[in-house]
């Protein structure tokens, strides 16, 4: 029972243009989305959030969009850098116990 | 300010003998969750404790596994009779409260068990 998807197990775009990433989740009972970049042999790294209340939270490059009906978050990264390349995973926090509920996790390639 | 500390990094076991991860979490956090990654998988759940208490242990295997976070010392994660399965990659988290708060990660154990 995956609660929170990430369909596309890997993407890979040219340095400088947009990286958008996607995630799916199934409980409507959550009301806080994270994203955690994770590079090889290290643990992951909160990197962005986004209250249920909010449809949009904007940090630097880094933009999470919330869709609550169609119950879908995105992350853009614009533009991309090389130091971008890691496992990005989407998390939904349980609200009942403050755990977090992750995706598989998409593996980004910023080609220079 | 020192982030979640986790030890050992690399831990090796033979099948049946026992496996102690430790994790201290994050000065004024009383919150830590066990995570683990299994080879090619995300991050799944174990268990959630606070100082002395188990929250969660929902996503815990029913045999061999056990956890505590004792009022003094670090989370400890212990794995009784290890088989090649366990091998993967154990990462704990910690955070200041429950509610809309980032949790803080390690940067795991590594177990392998030959």
């Known amino acids: 029972d995956q609660q929170v998807k990430q369909n596309s197990p890997s993407l890979s775009v040219q340095e400088g243009r947009i990286s958008i990433l996607n995630c799916d989740y199934t409980?409507?009972?959550?009301?806080?989305f994270l994203w955690y970049k994770k590079y090889p042999a290290e643990g992951p790294t909160f990197l962005i959030s986004i209250s249920s209340i909010k449809d949009k939270n904007e940090d630097g490059r880094f933009t999470v969009f919330l869709n609550k009906s169609a119950k879908h978050l995105s992350l853009h990264i614009v533009p991309s850098q090389p130091g971008d390349s890691a496992v990005y995973f989407c998390a939904a926090n349980d609200g009942n116990t403050g755990k977090l509920i992750f995706g598989q996790g998409t593996t980004l390639q910023v080609k220079p | 300010n020192a982030g979640v500390m986790q030890n050992p990094r690399h831990l090796v076991r033979r099948r049946g003998q026992e496996a102690r991860l430790r994790c201290s979490p994050m000065k004024g956090h009383s919150h830590v969750y066990w995570y683990r990654q299994l080879p090619e998988e995300g991050l799944k759940f174990m268990v959630y404790?606070?100082?002395?208490?188990?929250?969660?242990e929902s996503g815990m295997p029913k045999e061999r596994f056990s956890a505590e976070f004792p009022k003094e010392g670090p989370s400890i994660l212990r794995i009784q009779q290890v088989v090649r399965g366990d091998s993967a990659a154990y990462f704990c988290?910690?955070?200041?409260?429950?509610?809309?708060?980032?949790?803080?990660f390690g940067n795991g154990t590594r177990l392998t068990v030959t």
């Open positions: 409980n409507s009972m959550f009301d806080y």
């Open positions: 404790l606070q100082k002395e208490n188990i929250i969660d």
């Open positions: 988290a910690s955070s200041p409260d429950r509610k809309n708060s980032p949790l803080h």
